[in-house]
């Protein structure tokens, strides 16, 4: 079964229709990568990303596009990925790198919202429910510095350890099966978009884990 391994926070592509995401992270022989892509003008889309296939798209998030893509049984140890967009724009680009394949289910629940607790706290359309041994994340993505005021639930860590804009944070514990609601409050109120994420293991074992992670972009009033 999968597990997490590396991960790079979102990073500033610029704008253009040629970019390059530099992973963050050497991958194994075999591992897989994912890529969460946020593209500014939802007519846009990702044309190609070099060794990656699409894995879905939610097309109009709060006017953003999001876009994942997988590459499963690496080879090679790339470092970055060349990615070809069809549109001019700017494009935030996250990566994750597990120990075997995954495979996307989905992307759901849609948040707006302009306050101190972005996302994801309150409300039924704000739950998402994992299997058993699951990977939970919040992919966190800022146009500014926002620190958060208040700890994240209880089994959350920040990946690169500190509590700050352009970040993913994720479920330490695992997790058992069951619905779950993640939630954070920033230190100002703030526009903020969210998406929630889910990705199922493709790999062997009797237990198929699942990757969900909240996409979060704040905007400054």
């Known amino acids: 079964m999968p597990n997490l391994v590396a991960s790079s926070v979102f990073q500033d592509l610029g704008v253009g229709t040629s970019l390059t995401k530099t992973l ?4 194994a022989d075999g591992s897989s990568a994912v890529l969460l892509l946020l593209l500014g003008d939802v007519g846009s889309s990702v044309s190609s990303i070099t060794g990656y296939t699409l894995g879905g ?4 998030v709060n006017s953003l596009r999001y876009e994942v893509w997988i590459r ?3 080879t090679g140890s790339p470092t970055t990925a060349s990615i ?7 494009c935030f680009c996250a990566a994750l790198n597990f120990d075997d394949s995954v495979t ?3 992307l759901t ?3 707006l919202g302009n306050n101190t607790t972005p996302g994801i706290n309150g409300g039924s359309d704000d739950d998402i429910t994992v299997g058993a041994n699951s990977f939970v994340g919040l992919c966190v993505v800022a ?3 926002r620190t958060w ?3 994240l639930p209880s089994g959350f860590a920040f990946l690169n350890g500190a509590a700050t804009d352009l970040q993913m944070v994720y479920d330490a514990d695992a997790g058992a099966a069951g619905t779950i609601q993640p939630s954070a409050t920033i230190d100002t109120a703030s526009y903020w978009e969210a998406s929630t994420l889910e990705l199922s293991g493709a790999g062997g074992g009797p237990v198929v884990p699942v990757v969900a992670a909240t996409l979060l972009r704040m905007m400054n009033n």
């Open 24 to 27: 963050g992270f050497t991958p």
């Open 57 to 60: 798209v939610t097309a109009n």
């Open 72 to 74: 499963n049984a690496i």
């Open 84 to 90: 070809t967009l069809s549109v001019s724009t700017y």
């Open 104 to 106: 996307f289910v989905q």
């Open 109 to 111: 629940a849609k948040f």
């Open 143 to 145: 146009n500014f510095s």
């Open 149 to 151: 005021s208040a700890a």
